[in-house]
């Protein structure tokens, strides 16, 4: 569905029957998805010219528009990046997609388990977590139930990680539904594997324990570190916050 709503070609008929599904209730979600594919462009952009060179990539569906390798390699080719979902069909596909590239990898597993994670072949042997790490949580978290332990297994790689290593997420939080829209929202991703969790912005924040805030800290997506300047509907129109936040 997120590809669809990125205008890649990596979906199924079944994705763009409940992206459109969506669409038509809610007409920013197109406008949602990019302005959050544009924050993870510039997240990754920005945390490579601090010197970051490697990413761990949790819940990454398949590798589409702006992805995470294409933008890092932009600015240092060495860079490197594990990629890593648990959709046996999207992680095959990434497999194909990937094949010719020596410093990307995509792994199966299930980012709510870190010790299997962080001890697959595509993150160990490609990582190194003597030096510092960005671990992306980006539009993952809002379908993490509290029984899923979100805090402790987002603690869990932060311990894996060195100071000066990173974590960038971000979550959905309706700013401009109307009612009874959340209703709607929930009917169809209750068909699919990922119902939704709302949380608070002071909730959100929570996932960033253990690190310092980079400015402007947790807002409203097309508000961190813009190149234009957005309106206040437009930030509004996102629907989804996010932050980045440093180990020291």
Known sequence: MYDYYLGGSTNVAVDRAAAEEL?????????????????????VRFLSEQGIDQFLDLGSGIPTV??????????????????????????????????????????KADIRRPSTVLTAPGVADLLDFTRPVAVLAVAILHVMSDADRPLEFLAEY????????????????????????????QQVYARTPTPVIYRSPAEILRFMDGYELVAPGLV??????????????????????GAVGRRS
Request: hydrophobic content about 35%; aromatic content about 8%; charged content about 25%.
């Open 23 to 43: 669409i038509r209730t809610l007409p920013d979600t197109v406008f949602s998805a990019r302005a959050n594919r544009s924050f993870l462009g510039r997240v």
């Open 66 to 107: 702006g992805n995470v390798h294409e933008i890092a390699h932009q600015v240092n080719p060495e860079a490197r990046v594990a990629y890593v979902d648990i959709e046996p069909v999207a992680v095959s596909y990434a497999q194909k997609l990937l094949r010719d590239e020596k410093r990307v990898t995509i792994t």
């Open 158 to 185: 932060r311990a894996a990680c060195v100071p000066g290593s990173y974590l960038a997420m971000s979550y959905l939080s309706p700013q401009t539904w109307q009612p009874g829209d959340d209703t709607h929202v």
């Open 220 to 241: 409203l997506l097309p508000k961190w570190r813009p190149e234009e300047k957005p309106t206040e509907q437009d930030a509004a129109r996102a629907n989804f916050y």
